[in-house]
């Protein structure tokens, strides 16, 4: 039997008493930790790691997150961010966009202020030992706080501490991460390279969240770089297959926004050489790599390569999954071949290769539509209500103005209807909690939609 854990716990407790103390600036010197019980220490491993991640949710989001996301799980930027550029149009009333525009700068430096103050503190007056993860929270509040100087010289202190046992690779590796997250590439790769200095030796993990950050903001030259690195014979970190997929899927991805048919045409090339590299290699690809490249072949109407690696991944028993056959949906819904986007996804739940949803769906019903196929577009609409799935709006709007246009509304009938209108109003609802500022937008009312 598994236990649950407690949604009140006593490190909630102690973040529910520190952060007011923060919050009002309050010194954490002697006095404080006088008047702080001592018959039982309150700070713990996990105790203190809670507080410390507490302190990036309070002071770093904008006022409009709070209570909306518990993490950081935004949008990363797709360009390099300059802080010194940032802080000097903050400093001048300039405009600032991106991720600095929301943030309040001193309630940033107090937060960081704060948690510097609490980690020696604690560390001063109740003899706490600090340990790997603790110096990783400490050191995330500098990287999500962009104080990338004051996480340097914290790692450099840390590193003369416990015979390195504070600040290890994966301590680093981490940091390195979440500096790409915001966008602060350089600082990033910068970070990698004094990785010495911390007594640290990189790994094939450390490479690789390297290269993905580099990959994020368009920077392929200096990825490439590092891959060629890595390749050399004798090199002790080897790339992976994690690592020649990172590169084809950005390669994909970034070679779609460019918008330039030349640019589109040389990544998806770059793309498809790296995989014959890989398979040269020796390596296996798995499964997130084939999707990757089928998906790009797909996008860019190269649809016998991207059949040519579906037959590749069946050889090599490398089980398809929904994202590989929404990739041929998608496509032969676009070129006006709906019969074979059919035969696609019968193919996928005929081998049990996954279980359509909505975006497998919503490709077809759209095609069928605008072939003029309406009771087709019916028949799966009901088939995607019943492996319960919603369909989006449009969606649902579209095959309702088909059949208003082909003079047969009764088709579809009231109580699947009722069932997707209650579905979208519940989603609705969700997404309202989430963002609030939609209340205030009229973007779906279920009762105002003309059928």
């Known amino acids: 039997m598994i236990v649950s854990k407690p949604l009140y716990s006593k490190h909630t407790c102690l973040v529910q008493q520190v952060l007011p103390l923060i919050l009002k600036n309050v010194p954490f010197d002697a006095k404080l930790a006088a008047s702080t019980t001592k018959t039982q220490n309150p700070f713990t491993i996990e105790s203190v790691a809670d507080v410390l991640k507490s302190i990036p949710r309070f002071f770093f989001q904008s006022p409009r997150s709070i209570g909306r996301q518990t993490g950081f799980r935004h949008r990363t930027p797709l360009r390099q961010r300059f802080l010194k550029k940032e802080a000097y149009n903050i400093a001048n009333n300039v405009l600032v966009l991106g ?7 001193q309630k ?9 103050e609490f980690y020696h503190w604690i560390e001063r007056f109740f003899h706490f030992f600090h340990n790997e993860v603790t110096c990783k929270e400490m050191g995330i509040v500098f990287a999500r706080g962009n104080n990338v100087k004051g996480l340097w010289d914290f790692l450099k202190e840390m ?3 416990g015979n390195g046992e504070l600040v290890t690779t994966s301590t680093v590796t981490c940091l390195m991460k979440v500096l790409g997250e915001e966008g602060l590439v350089n600082e990033a790769l910068a970070t990698f390279y004094r ?6 030796r990189p790994d094939v993990y450390a490479y690789n969240v390297v290269i993905n950050a580099l990959c994020r903001v368009g920077n392929f030259n200096k990825a490439r770089f590092l891959l060629e690195q890595m390749e050399l014979p004798g090199f002790r970190c080897p790339p992976d ?32 050489h790296l995989f014959r590299l890989m398979l040269f290699k020796g390596f296996v690809p798995d499964v997130v790599a084939y999707n990757c490249l089928i998906d790009g072949c797909c996008k860019t109407y190269r649809i016998e390569r991207a059949l040519e690696l579906f037959d590749d991944m ?26 074979k986007a059919i035969e696609m996804m019968r193919k996928m739940q005929n081998l049990n290769h996954g279980l359509p949803t909505s975006s497998s769906y919503t490709p077809i019903i759209h095609a ?18 019943d492996g319960g799935s919603v369909p989006r709006e449009y969606t649902y709007k579209l095959v309702c103005d088909a059949l208003n246009a082909a003079e047969e509304p009764s088709l579809l009938d009231d109580g699947l209807r009722k069932r997707i209108r209650d579905g979208i109003e519940n989603r609705f609802r969700q997404v309202m909690k989430v963002k609030p500022i939609m209340k205030h937008k009229e973007l779906l009312k279920c009762g105002e939609i003309d059928i």
Do not use: H
């Not at 990785?195 to 640290?200: H, N, P, S, V, Y």
């Not at 390669?251 to 090339?269: E, L, S, V």
């Not at 090599?316 to 006006?336: A, D, L, Q």
């Open 241 to 272: 297959v994690y690592t020649y997929t990172i590169l084809i899927s950005s390669y994909c991805k970034y070679g779609m926004q460019t918008g330039c048919r030349k640019a589109i045409r040389r990544r998806i090339w770059e793309a498809n």
């Open 159 to 161: 590193s003369r501490r």
């Open 108 to 116: 940033v430096t107090l937060g960081i202020n704060k948690a510097t």
């Open 368 to 385: 069928l539509c605008e072939a003029g196929r309406v009771l087709e577009a019916r028949d799966f609409l009901a088939e995607l209500v």
């Open 195 to 200: 990785m010495k200095q911390f007594r640290c």
């Open 99 to 105: 991720p600095a525009a929301y943030r309040d700068p």
């Open 314 to 339: 069946n050889k090599k028993g490398c089980v398809p999954n929904r994202v590989t056959y929404n990739s041929f949906i998608r496509y032969y819904s676009v070129v006006n071949e709906i019969d």
